[in-house]
Nanobody
């Protein structure tokens, strides 16, 4: 049974940082490109960043130079380091396979950027 469990969200002021984690289980994690997506209220899911099993990364233009995606295949975990956060980064953040989500969504982790 596939499980994707996101954590690490919270409330921060503009300019702050957060590190999100996603613990994956139930599939051959190292074989899949993994990605972080976000969904703001009333909006579609947006792919934020992706990383291949071998560590090749891709980012949405809106977060290039701001977010860093990484993974630990031994721990079946994917991370998203978010720096210089802006109010427009506020959303629920989810992990799933990239570049198209293959599995059911987890519960996500909420990020709120506000002064």
């Amino acid at each position: 049974q596939v499980q994707l469990v996101e954590s690490g969200g919270g409330s921060v002021q503009p300019g702050g940082s957060l590190r999100l984690s996603c613990a994956a289980s139930g599939f051959a994690f190292e074989m899949f490109t993994m990605a972080w997506y976000r969904q703001a209220p009333g909006k579609q899911y947006e792919l934020v960043a992706a990383i291949s099993g071998g560590g090749i990364t891709n980012y949405a233009d809106s977060v290039k130079g701001q977010f860093i995606i990484s993974r630990d295949n031994a721990q079946n975990t994917v991370y998203l380091q978010m720096n210089s956060l802006k109010p427009e980064d506020s959303a629920f953040y989810y992990c799933n396979t990239g570049l198209n989500p293959r599995f059911n969504w987890g519960q996500g982790t909420q990020v709120t950027v506000s002064s």
